[in-house]
C-alpha cells in the first residue's frame, strides 16, 4: 500500500514575522550584527543613568544586561563569559567579597546601593531563564549572600510560577518548606542563624527569589577529572614515551646475531605496536564527565500555565530482516518509546523495514493497540524500564516506591495482556516462516507490495498520533509511522545508511523536528529520561547550537557474568570515548544518538563572534586601514564563496513566505517557490533566485527543501496530510538521491559499511562538536552477540569498514586538513581507520615464541645491567598506565584484562580477514556481504554462549596455541636434556608463550564448548597447518650456519 491519509500534526513556524525572529537566532556560516540584546538572558541592555549603553566587560565588551551583571557578581563567578576577566564594580552596584578600591569606576561609594532593599512592587523587565555562563561551562558552584541581593528581577516568569507554588500550600506547610531549606542552608554556611529575625515575608521572598536564581542556572556542567587523578596519569604517559625511545635505542643497537630474521621482524612489530599505543594513548589525554539538571530544564521550558516549549524529537528505529532480528525485539524497542517522558504531540516514531516484511508491518499494528494500553500504565505508576519484556522479567522488589493502591492488580492485568501479545506475535513469526506460492495477501485482500524483497514500492503507513487511536484513558499517543523505501534492481540502495537517509526525509515531510535519536531496533529505552538529558546540551542557547549530536554509551543485557569476549566494550565507551569528549567529542557509535537535524544536513556550525582585538593609537592610521581593509576583503570573499552560509538566511524568509498562500494543493512545483520575490531588494531577489541550487543538493521536492530551512523544526502552512503523504512516498524513491549530494555531503555517508564513523567524521571537520552523556542510569541497553563465531564476524564487520575507509578519500590521513578537526581529533579518528592493520604485526609476535622455542634461538641477546633496567622500567610503566586509567574511570580490573585479551584475540582473526577482505574488495572489486548479527537468544540463560558455529576465522587462533603448546613442550623438553645451564634463557622464551596462551585462553574454552569437545574439523585444520609449518621450518632451518668448502671430519686417529 501507498500509505494513509492520517492527517499530520502541525507545528506551525508562524508567519513572516516569526520566521524573520528564527533568523536573527543563528546565522550559520556568517557573524551578525552588533546585538543590541543580552547574550544571556534576550532582554534590552538598557542604558546608564547617563544615558551611555551600559557595558558590562571593558575588555571585550560581551553584551550583558544590568540584572545579569549583578547576578554573575553575586552569586557566579563574577568573571565574564567571553573572556574570564573579572568584573568590575559599576557604580551604583553593591560591594562583593574581592572587589578594590581602584575598581570604582566613578570613584565613589554609593552606600544606598550596598544594603539594598528587595521592592517587588517595583516594574522590571522580564528575564528569559538562561545560564549566565560561558560556553565551556567551567561552572562554580553560587553561593548565597543574605546581605546582597540573590537576583531582582522580581517580575519573571519563574517568580510568577513561585508564587502559584506558594499558594499550593498551606500557611503551616509553606513556613516548614521554607525552614527546611533555612535550614540546608545553615548546615552548608550560606546563612546564619542571626539573620533569621522573624521577618517570615522576607523568607518568603529569599526563598522565591533562591528558586528564580535556580531557573536561571546552566542546563549542564562540564566536571573535570581530579588533578589528584589525572596528573599522575599524564606524568606516567610522558615517562612511559621517554622509557620506549631508550627501550627502541637498545633494541635497534643490539642485535641478535644469531638470529637477524627474527630480530628483524620483532623490533619492526614493537614500533608498528608504539606507533598503535600513541595513537589511542593521547586521545585520551583530557578526560572529562559532564552532568545534566533536568529540573532546571523543566523550569525553563515546561511553566505551568503557558505551551510546553521542549523541542520536538523524531525517533529513528531501523530493521532489515524480521527473522535474524525477531518482531517482539522491535515491538519492545518500539513501545519503551512511546511510552519516554516527553509531551506526547512533540514524539514521533518511524521504523525503517529495509526488507519490506508483512510480518514487521502487521507486527506493528498489534504494537500500537497494545500502546494503547501500555503507554498511561507506564505514565501512571512510573516504571522503568518501560520495554515490557525487560521490565517483566527484571529480578527486583517492583513493589518498591510503589504506594498506589491498585498498582499490584494493574501490573497484574498488564502482564497478563503482554503474555497475550506476545503469544499474537509469536503467532505472527510462526505463520511466516513458510510464504505461500502466490505471496502474502493483506487482510483487505491486496496482495502485499513487498513480496519481491529487491523489487517494490515505497510503503509509508501512519499509526496512532494527533487524528489515530487514543489510550485506553482517552489521551493522545506519540505517532508511529512505518516506512519501507522503494527498491528496484540496478540500483544502488547503500544498505543501512541509505535506510536511515530515507528515513530523514520522510520525517522532514511529516514531522520535522529539529533533532533525531536513532535506535537499533535491539536497543530499547532503559531511562524514560534520555531525551530530556539530551536536550539538556541540545537545547542550551549558546553551546547547543553548535553540537552535531548526544551520543549516549551502549549498555547491554544478556552478557555472561564474566563478559569472556569483551562484549560490553567497557574500556571503551567509559575510557576513549570519555577523552574525546574533553577534545571535540565522542565519536558516533550508530546507535543511542540524538541528531541535531542541520548537522545532517551538510550545513556549517554557526560562526560565533571573535573578540575584538585590541587596537591603540601609536600606529598610523594608513597602516590599521590598510591591514583593516584587508582582513574585511578577505573574509567578503570567504563569505560569497560560502553559497549555503550566505543565503540561507534570505531563504528562510522565503520559506515562511512561501507557504503562506492557502488552500490545498497536492503537488508541489519547484517554479512556485518564486511566487515571493515581489517586495523584496534586488540582492535579495538575486538571493532567492539561487534557491534552484539546493535541487541539486538536497533532491527533487520543494517540501523537503523548504524543511531544510526552518532551524526550529515545524511544517509550513498551507499543507495537508494527504499532499504529504505523497510527497514523502516520492523522497523515498529509489531514485530521489541521484545526482544530489546525498551520502556525500547530506545525511549518513555511504562508502563503508561502518557508516556511523564516515558521518561522525564529517560532522567534526565542518567545525561540529559532539557531548557524550553518561546518565547514572543507562539511557539505553541492548543485546549483543555473546557467541564466539557472531562476535568475531560482527568485530570483522567493523573492521572491515576500518579498511573501506581507510582506501576512501576520506582517509583522517589526507582528508580534512586545513579544516576545522583538531588534531587529537584526527588521531583518534586515525586510530579507528588503522588498527585493523596491527592484526598483521600481531600474527608475527605471536608466532615468534614458538619459533624461538622450536630453534633455541631468541630475539635478544644477552643483556646488560642497564638493558635490564630499561626492561623493567617498560613493564612498570605499562602496568602503571594501566592501574592509573583504572582510577579516574571507574573501569574494573577485570573489564580491562577481558579488553586486552579480545584485543589479541580479534586481532589475529577477525582484523587479519578483513585487511585482506578489504584490500580485495577496494584492488580487485570483490565485494562481501553485509551479515546481520542475530538478536535471537536460547531459551536457558547464557545459552548461545555455548553454541559452536563453524567459521575460517577460528583457524587461526587455534592455530597459535597448538603451535605454541608445542613450542612450550620442545623448549622444556630441550633444557631437560641440555641440563641446568639451559633453563636460564628458557624463561624468557617461555614467559613470551605463556603471553600468548594466555590471551587466547578465552578463545580455547569458546572452542571447547559447553562439552568441553573442540569438533573436529577445527582440530584436522589446526593440527595439519601447525604440522606443515614445523616440518618447513625444520626442514629449512635459517638459522643453521651454512658452510663453504670441504666438510672436515673427525678421522679417529689421535695424531
Not at 143 to 150: D, K, N, V
Not at 173 to 188: A, L
Not at 297 to 325: I, M
Not at 943 to 967: A, R, S
Amino acid at each position: 500500500m501507498a500509505g494513509i491519509a492520517v492527517a499530520p500534526r502541525s507545528f506551525h513556524s508562524g508567519g513572516d514575522d516569526d520566521d524573520h525572529d528564527n533568523l536573527q537566532q543563528r546565522p550559520p556560516t556568517r557573524q551578525s550584527a552588533a546585538p543590541k540584546a543580552c547574550r544571556v538572558c534576550g532582554d534590552e541592555i538598557g542604558v546608564k543613568e547617563d544615558g551611555a549603553p551600559f557595558v558590562a566587560c571593558h575588555v571585550c565588551g560581551f553584551p550583558v544586561c544590568r540584572p545579569c551583571y549583578e547576578y554573575e557578581r553575586s552569586d557566579g563567578n563574577q568573571c565574564c563569559p567571553q573572556c574570564n576577566t573579572r568584573y568590575k564594580r559599576h557604580r551604583g552596584s553593591p560591594r562583593v567579597p574581592g572587589d578594590h578600591e581602584d575598581d570604582d569606576f566613578h570613584g565613589a561609594d554609593d552606600f544606598d546601593d550596598e544594603f539594598p532593599i528587595k521592592h517587588h512592587n517595583q516594574d522590571e523587565s522580564n528575564h528569559q531563564d538562561v545560564a549566565a555562563h560561558s560556553e565551556n561551562r567551567d561552572y562554580v558552584q553560587p553561593q548565597l549572600h543574605t546581605g546582597g541581593p540573590a537576583f531582582s528581577s522580581t517580575g519573571s516568569v519563574a517568580g510568577k510560577d513561585l508564587e502559584a507554588e506558594r499558594e499550593a500550600y498551606s500557611n503551616a506547610e509553606w513556613t516548614e518548606r521554607v525552614e527546611k531549606w533555612k535550614m540546608r542552608q545553615e548546615k552548608r554556611g550560606l546563612v546564619s542563624k542571626d539573620d533569621g529575625g522573624g521577618n517570615d515575608q522576607g523568607e518568603e521572598d529569599e526563598y522565591l527569589s533562591v528558586k528564580m536564581a535556580e531557573a536561571r542556572q546552566p542546563l549542564w556542567r562540564k566536571v573535570p577529572m581530579p588533578s589528584s587523578r589525572v596528573n599522575p596519569y599524564r606524568i606516567v604517559i610522558i615517562l612511559r614515551l621517554i622509557i620506549l625511545c631508550f627501550f627502541f635505542r637498545f633494541r635497534i643497537l643490539t642485535p641478535a646475531y644469531d638470529a637477524m630474521p627474527l630480530w628483524g621482524i620483532s623490533v619492526v612489530c614493537e614500533i608498528w605496536f608504539a606507533l598503535s599505543w600513541i595513537l589511542d594513548q593521547f586521545p585520551k589525554w583530557f578526560p572529562i564527565n559532564r552532568e545534566t539538571y533536568l529540573d532546571r530544564l523543566s523550569l525553563r521550558f515546561e511553566r505551568e500555565g503557558e505551551p510546553n516549549k521542549l523541542a520536538p524529537v523524531d525517533f529513528f528505529v531501523s530493521t532489515v530482516d524480521p527473522l535474524k532480528e525477531p518482531p517482539i525485539i522491535t515491538a519492545n524497542t518500539v513501545l519503551s518509546i512511546l511510552a519516554v517522558d516527553y509531551p506526547v504531540d512533540k514524539v514521533s516514531c518511524y521504523v525503517s523495514d529495509d526488507g519490506a516484511s508483512m510480518l514487521l508491518f502487521d507486527t506493528l499494528s498489534e504494537t500500537a493497540e497494545f500502546a494503547r494500553r501500555w503507554v498511561p500504565f507506564c505514565k501512571k505508576h512510573n516504571v522503568e524500564p518501560r520495554a515490557p519484556e525487560f521490565y517483566f522479567s527484571q529480578k527486583i522488589d517492583y513493589l518498591k516506591d510503589k504506594v498506589h493502591p491498585n498498582f499490584v492488580k494493574e501490573r497484574r492485568a498488564m502482564k497478563r495482556e503482554y503474555e497475550e501479545f506476545k503469544v499474537t506475535i509469536n503467532a505472527l513469526v510462526a505463520k511466516a516462516q513458510k510464504k505461500p506460492e502466490e505471496g502474502w495477501v493483506m487482510q483487505d485482500g491486496t496482495p502485499w507490495p513487498g513480496n519481491n524483497t529487491r523489487d517494490h514500492p515505497g510503503m509509508i503507513q501512519v499509526y496512532l498520533g494527533s487524528e489515530g487511536a487514543l489510550d485506553v484513558e482517552g489521551k493522545e499517543l506519540p505517532r508511529l509511522v512505518y516506512v519501507s523505501r522503494e527498491k528496484r534492481p540496478g540500483y544502488s540502495h547503500h544498505k543501512k545508511a541509505g535506510a536511515m537517509n530515507a528515513l530523514i526525509r520522510v520525517s522532514a515531510v511529516l514531522t520535522n523536528a529539529p533533532f533525531m535519536l536513532n535506535l537499533d531496533c535491539d536497543h530499547y529505552l532503559n531511562n524514560c529520561k534520555a531525551a530530556r538529558e539530551a536536550m539538556c546540551f541540545l537545547m542550551d542557547p549558546q553551546f547547543g547550537k553548535k553540537l552535531c549530536y548526544v551520543q549516549f554509551p551502549q549498555r547491554f543485557d544478556g552478557i555472561d557474568r564474566h563478559d569472556r569476549y569483551a562484549n560490553r566494550n567497557v574500556v571503551f565507551f567509559d575510557i576513549n570515548m570519555k577523552g574525546l569528549d574533553g577534545i571535540q567529542g565522542p565519536v558516533y557509535v550508530g546507535t543511542g544518538c540524538v541528531f541535531n537535524r542541520q548537522a545532517l544536513y551538510g550545513y556549517d556550525p554557526p560562526v560565533s563572534e571573535k573578540r575584538p582585538k585590541m587596537t591603540c593609537d601609536c600606529w598610523p592610521s594608513w597602516c590599521c586601514c590598510c591591514f583593516g581593509r584587508s582582513r574585511k576583503t578577505k573574509s567578503k570573499k570567504k563569505g560569497q564563496g560560502s553559497l549555503l552560509g550566505g543565503l540561507l538566511p534570505k531563504k528562510k524568509k522565503m520559506a515562511g513566505k512561501h507557504y503562506s498562500r492557502k488552500g490545498s494543493i497536492p503537488a508541489f512545483e519547484l517554479e512556485e517557490i518564486e511566487e515571493g520575490l515581489e517586495g523584496y531588494e534586488e540582492l535579495e531577489k538575486s538571493s532567492l533566485m539561487s534557491q534552484k541550487n539546493f535541487e541539486k543538493r538536497f533532491g527533487q521536492s520543494p517540501v523537503f527543501i523548504a524543511s531544510t530551512l526552518m532551524e526550529e523544526g515545524g511544517l509550513p502552512e498551507g499543507t495537508t496530510s494527504s499532499s504529504l503523504i505523497k510527497e514523502a512516498i516520492h523522497v523515498i524513491s529509489c531514485g530521489y538521491e541521484e545526482k544530489t549530494e546525498w551520502g556525500k555531503e547530506v545525511g549518513w555517508i555511504y562508502g563503508s559499511v561502518t557508516e556511523d564513523i564516515l558521518t561522525g567524521f564529517k560532522m567534526h571537520c565542518r567545525g561540529w562538536k559532539s557531548v557524550y552523556c553518561c546518565p547514572e542510569r543507562a539511557a539505553f541497553r541492548g543485546s549483543a552477540p555473546i557467541n564466539l563465531s557472531d562476535r568475531l564476524h560482527q568485530v570483522l564487520r567493523w573492521a572491515l569498514g576500518s579498511i573501506e575507509i581507510f582506501m576512501s578519500h576520506h582517509c583522517p590521513l589526507w582528508y580534512g586538513w586545513g579544516g576545522k578537526l583538531k588534531f587529537l581529533q584526527r588521531l583518534a579518528y586515525i586510530n579507528t581507520v588503522v588498527y585493523p592493520f596491527t592484526s598483521i604485526p600481531l600474527l608475527a609476535y605471536c608466532t615468534i615464541p614458538a619459533v624461538c622455542l622450536l630453534t633455541g634461538k631468541f630475539i635478544i641477546p644477552t643483556i646488560s645491567n642497564l638493558a635490564s633496567i630499561w626492561f623493567l622500567a617498560l613493564f612498570l610503566s605499562i602496568i602503571a598506565t594501566s592501574v592509573l586509567e583504572l582510577r579516574w574511570s571507574g573501569v574494573s580490573i577485570e573489564d580491562l584484562w577481558r579488553n586486552e585479551q579480545f584485543w589479541v584475540i580479534g586481532g589475529v582473526s577477525a582484523h587479519l580477514f578483513a585487511v585482506f577482505q578489504g584490500l580485495l574488495k577496494v584492488l580487485g572489486g570483490v565485494d562481501t556481504n553485509f551479515t546481520v548479527t542475530s538478536k535471537a537468544a536460547d531459551d536457558t540463560e547464557f545459552g548461545d554462549l555455548y553454541i559452536f558455529k563453524w567459521t575460517t576465522l577460528l583457524i587461526p587462533p587455534t592455530t597459535l596455541i597448538i603451535l605454541n603448546l608445542v613450542g612450550v613442550v620442545a623448549g622444556v623438553s630441550d633444557a631437560i636434556n641440555n641440563g641446568y645451564g639451559s633453563w636460564g634463557p628458557l624463561f624468557g622464551k617461555l614467559f613470551f608463550a605463556f603471553w600468548v596462551i594466555v590471551h587466547l585462553y578465552p578463545f580455547l574454552k569458546g572452542l571447547m564448548g559447553r562439552q568441553n569437545r573442540t569438533p573436529t574439523i577445527v582440530v584436522l585444520w589446526s593440527i595439519l597447518l601447525a604440522s606443515i609449518f614445523s616440518l618447513v621450518w625444520v626442514r629449512i632451518d635459517p638459522f643453521l650456519p651454512k658452510q663453504t668448502g670441504p666438510i672436515l671430519k673427525q678421522c679417529g686417529v689421535e695424531c
